[in-house]
């Protein structure tokens, strides 16, 4: 969800071996039997671009609550509601930035959406199309239908936590910017492409030293888990195709441990306009 024109950029593979301990958070699929979009965000006006060339025109993150299949998307998937009445159909719907098997809660669309100084402005998303679906980890791709609207936010507005989950092996192994230390991991999904605040900068020390994944134990209390790194970073050449999630690489967890939220300070991660975060306490919601 970045600046210039969305070219996929080339990485480095890790050649190091790395094996997930055996006692690593969850395993089979979330349990999340029904589809719906977390987040609709309006990540820039007029600064990035399709692959069929066509630049200048503004993107919305759609992120879901479930792997959205990247065969089954299509731009006509997906109509977007201004504020005069009118509906656009994006002319590209990328899995881009988030392009990894692992990260496919995320459809960045590209078009001509509005005009944030003297409007209209997007206000609203539908789901049209033929999308297929799942839920984290599990195996078969489901039809996903039609899904109830949802707002835009609009462009003004800093990222937001929209989803936190335990990472299992089953989807994490293959991930070449994964968790290299810890053993438990905790997606933590935003609203928006994210760097640090105010430099736009790849995120660093002070986001790691922030967030705390929150822990519940069978005895009802509740602690405070600080990562040991944050993971999910470096994956493009340039940090304005950085996507809108991290990975918290956390230590061995007590017996039975249930993640229940995930809170970050404010002003420490920006959106692709230049907006900060404000103070996050993101709730886990069973099912969700």
């Known amino acids: 969800m970045r600046r210039p024109a969305l070219v996929v950029a080339?990485?480095?593979?890790?050649?190091?071996?790395?094996?997930l301990p055996?006692?690593?958070?969850?395993?089979?699929?979330?349990?999340?039997?029904?589809?719906?979009?977390?987040?609709?965000?309006?990540?820039?006006d007029g600064a990035v671009g399709c692959p069929n060339g066509q630049q200048g025109l503004d993107n919305i993150p759609v992120t879901f609550n479930w792997f959205i299949r990247r065969a089954?998307?299509?731009?006509?998937?997906?109509?977007?509601i201004r504020s005069d009445g009118s509906v656009a159909t994006p002319p590209c719907a990328l899995h881009f930035p988030p392009d990894e098997p692992d990260e496919a809660q995320t459809v960045n669309l590209i078009g001509d959406f509005g005009d944030?100084?003297?409007?209209?402005?997007?206000?609203a998303i539908r789901?049209?199309?033929?999308?297929?679906?799942?839920?984290?980890?599990?195996?078969?791709?489901?039809?996903?239908g039609r899904l109830p609207k949802i707002s835009v936010d609009p462009l003004s507005g800093g990222p937001y936590i929209v989803d936190a989950w335990a990472l299992m092996p089953s989807i994490y192994l293959g991930d070449p910017n994964r968790c290299m230390t810890g053993g438990n991991f905790v997606r933590v999904m935003w609203s928006n492409g994210l760097t640090a605040y105010p430099t736009g900068e790849e995120v660093g020390a002070p986001v790691a030293a922030s967030y705390r994944a929150l822990y519940r134990l069978p005895n009802a209390k509740?602690?405070?888990?600080?990562?040991?790194?944050?993971?999910?970073?470096?994956?493009h050449e340039t940090?304005?195709?950085a996507d809108n999630m991290h990975d918290l690489c956390l230590p061995r967890l007590p017996r039975g441990a249930k993640l229940t939220g995930v809170t970050i300070a404010a002003n420490l991660v920006q959106d692709p306009n230049g907006d900060p975060n404000l103070a996050e306490r993101f709730h886990v919601i069973p099912s969700s």
Do not use: C, Y
């Not at 049209?128 to 195996?139: C, F, I, T, Y």
């Open 10 to 19: 080339a990485f480095a593979v890790l050649v190091s071996v790395f094996v």
């Open 239 to 241: 940090s304005f195709n």
């Open 127 to 144: 789901v049209v199309g033929a999308l297929q679906g799942k839920a984290p980890g599990a195996r078969a791709w489901q039809p996903i």
């Open 222 to 235: 509740t602690i405070a888990i600080a990562p040991l790194e944050v993971a999910d970073l470096h994956d």
């Open 72 to 80: 089954s998307t299509q731009p006509a998937d997906f109509q977007i």
């Open 22 to 44: 055996a006692a690593v958070g969850a395993t089979g699929s979330l349990p999340r039997p029904v589809p719906k979009i977390l987040s609709a965000s309006w990540g820039t």
């Open 116 to 123: 944030s100084a003297s409007g209209p402005m997007p206000v």
